[in-house]
């Protein structure tokens, strides 16, 4: 008697999996898009809106205006013109995406460049607002919360990192993270900029960043089940970052000792929000063709 022998038909993927990592990959970019923002308004209530906070800040300002010698190393950064680096910088975004044959990550990059700057300007000039200190000594009492300068250098960096190809992200914003950081502590060092400003730069450009990047993973599934490890990090390390650096600013006495220790903290804040950066968007496919590609390969 002849025994026939079926093969059982292969089981068909369905759209969970996909589904799980889309979704657990969002949710680590979320959470740090929440942490960013979070660390943001903290930085704005505890710096400029508590008396505590603008009295500190200032001596930083008096110290950097009547310094003579400690600024040399920070002189680049006065002579150079901003809007003619951000013009530069969304040419060079244009020809790497032409030469990649990458258009729609270019035009992504240059949205990514603009966006935070226009909040960043928005909000300064039209919502957050510095209370009036009395100083009698000569330090400006506009809002100057959060930098341009500094929110221009990270969004410089974010913008690059995104159009370069993606086994070279990391190394891009770890490299030109100490960028950010040297123009954070100049413009402290010229007196152009409080500590608290140039760490809402930071802060908001990474959040911006992030909203974004959340948008793209969730409608690109790119990436593995993330634990929850990673989610908790994006959601607490930035604001332990803000009250950190508050209390270290506190301690100082002096005038002298707030200055050098406003520049520390702006340099080392300025890396650590590129560090917490680099996790979150280290696999998000920005790149449309690259995320058709890995899900042909699923299938």
Not at 26 to 33: D, I
Not at 119 to 125: G, T
Not at 256 to 261: E, L
């Amino acid at each position: 008697m002849a025994v026939i022998f079926f093969e059982a038909p292969p089981a068909r993927r369905t759209g969970t999996a996909p589904a799980t990592r889309a979704a657990s990959r969002t949710a680590v970019l979320a959470a740090s898009a929440t942490g960013f923002a979070l660390a943001f308004v903290a930085a704005y209530l505890l710096f400029v809106r508590t008396q505590a906070g603008r009295g500190v800040e200032n001596g930083v300002v008096r110290s950097a205006q009547s310094s003579g010698t400690t600024v040399d190393w920070a002189a680049p950064l006065r002579e150079t013109d901003l809007v003619v680096t951000l013009g530069g910088v969304a040419v060079l975004l244009v020809v790497i995406s032409v030469v990649r044959r990458r258009l729609a990550l270019g035009v992504l990059a240059l949205v990514l460049l603009a966006a935070p700057l226009v909040v960043a300007q928005l909000l300064k000039l039209y919502v957050l607002e510095r209370p009036s200190t009395g100083d009698r000594l000569g330090v400006a009492g506009h809002n100057s919360f959060p930098s341009g300068h500094v929110s221009a250098a990270m969004a410089v960096l974010v913008a690059l990192a995104i159009v370069l190809p993606r086994r070279f992200r990391r190394t891009a914003l770890v490299a030109g993270g100490f960028g950010v950081a040297w123009v954070s502590a100049a413009a402290v060092a010229l007196g152009w900029h409080r500590l608290s400003d140039t760490v809402g730069g930071c802060l908001l450009v990474a959040a911006v960043t992030c909203v974004g990047a959340a948008v793209v993973s969730a409608r690109r599934p790119d990436g593995d089940r993330v634990p929850p490890v990673p989610v908790l990090t994006g959601l607490l390390a930035p604001p332990a970052l803000v009250l950190a650096g508050f209390a270290v600013l506190a301690t100082a006495t002096s005038g002298a000792a707030q200055f050098v220790a406003a520049m520390v903290l702006a340099a080392l804040s300025a890396m650590a929000v590129v560090l917490l950066l680099v996790g979150p968007l280290r696999r998000v496919t920005f790149d449309p063709a690259e995320g058709r590609v890995r899900r042909l390969r699923r299938r």
